[in-house]
């Protein structure tokens, strides 16, 4: 297989680590609030299912308050092969994985690159399942083909993080969304890599790129299966008093029911519901002047809340003029 192959449609989010100092709070975000299936929890780490992998969701104990590991599924060794080849061809430096580490991610072997921002990009074909039954609060999370979630980004240097997904992974462009927010309009790029709808979303400020958000990414998102299962864990979630960043609301493109809540390191977790699976045959790039609908709005809307949440961003945004941000391109 050359190097002109087109691998849309074999990779797809398999896992995600956040490193976080807060594994009490975690767990208790993880298993009581959104309701997954705990399958490891100690002092120096939580492990969580979804479905019939056996780890999707790890938290280990560490500084960054973020998402610092995202593991890709690839078909087969065939694909990984292109994708190997592609990543030597870029002199993007490829390191190979220990067995302790593959066990905590519930693979058996993956590969590592430094991504965009310096997120670690992971990849892996085989995982390992479980057929023990899932023991969860909502019926089931949409996996499968689809991958596990997906990823909003926010980036100084958006075309070369859409060129990482594009050149390495074939990832084709679903739609765009431009929005208006406090004189600063925000480009958003939807990436997919497989039926869903988006697995990156890039987001850059038009003009003047700036970069208001500490983590790398902004939020991810997970897929419920039914309309239950996103009511009752908002209501689980504002129970046990987690904070809505912006409560439910659609998305004009992928057609979403979602909610936004921060987690306990600070960026948020989106959870949604029917988002729509991109048919390719006659797929049309559609471009939407608003991200919502209707709802997603901020839960608090004093104007203190405002003020302070404008002046935080606002200084980490003149900060960001500064900062370097990290490409693999
Ligand atoms: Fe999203």
Same mark, same amino acid.
């Given at each position: ?111 590592? =690159?430094?991504? #965009?921002? &310096?997120?670690?990009? /992971? !990849?892996?074909?085989? %995982?390992?399942?479980?057929? +023990? ?127 936004? =809540?921060?987690? #306990?390191? &600070?960026?948020?977790? /989106? !959870?949604?519901?029917? %988002?729509?699976?991109?048919? +390719? ?49």
């Amino acid at each position: 297989m050359s190097d002109a192959t087109d691998i849309f449609g074999a990779v797809a989010m398999g896992y995600v680590i956040v490193e976080s100092n807060r594994l009490d709070d975690w767990r208790r975000f993880l298993k009581q609030g959104l309701g997954l299936h705990e399958t490891a929890a100690d002092g120096n780490a939580l492990a969580f299912r979804i479905d019939a992998h056996a780890r999707r969701f790890m938290v280990r104990r560490g500084n960054a308050e973020d998402v610092t590991v995202s593991g890709w599924q690839v078909r087969d060794e065939a694909t990984l092969d292109i994708i190997r080849r592609r990543l030597a061809d870029r002199n993007i430096e490829i390191e190979a994985s220990s067995a302790e580490d593959a066990a905590f991610r519930g693979v058996k072997s993956f590969i590592r =690159v430094k991504g #965009p921002k &310096g997120m670690a990009i /992971e !990849l892996f074909t085989r %995982a390992v399942t479980t057929d +023990e039954p899932l023991n969860m609060l909502p019926s089931g999370f949409v996996t499968g083909p689809s991958g596990m979630g997906h990823f909003a980004i926010t980036s100084k240097q958006p075309e070369k993080l859409l060129r990482f997904w594009q050149e390495i992974f074939d990832a084709r462009l679903s739609d765009r969304i431009s929005q208006e927010m406090s004189g600063i309009t925000l480009d958003i790029t939807f990436l997919r890599l497989n039926e869903r709808h988006h697995s990156i979303a890039v987001a850059a400020t038009r003009g003047l790129r700036l970069d208001p958000i500490r983590t790398r990414i902004q939020h991810m998102n997970l897929l419920v299966e039914t309309l239950e299962d996103l009511s009752g864990t908002f209501e689980r979630l504002t129970d046990l008093g987690y904070g809505m960043a912006h409560e439910i609301g659609q998305h004009p493109n992928d057609r979403e029911v979602s909610f936004y =809540v921060l987690t #306990p390191s &600070g960026f948020e977790l /989106e !959870l949604g519901w029917n %988002a729509l699976r991109v048919e +390719e045959a006659g797929w049309k790039q559609g471009y939407y002047n608003a991200i919502s609908v209707w709802g997603h709005k901020p839960e608090k809307n004093t104007p203190l809340d405002k003020f302070l949440l404008n002046l935080g961003n606002f200084r980490r945004g003149i900060r960001s003029l500064f900062a370097t941000e990290y490409s693999p391109l």
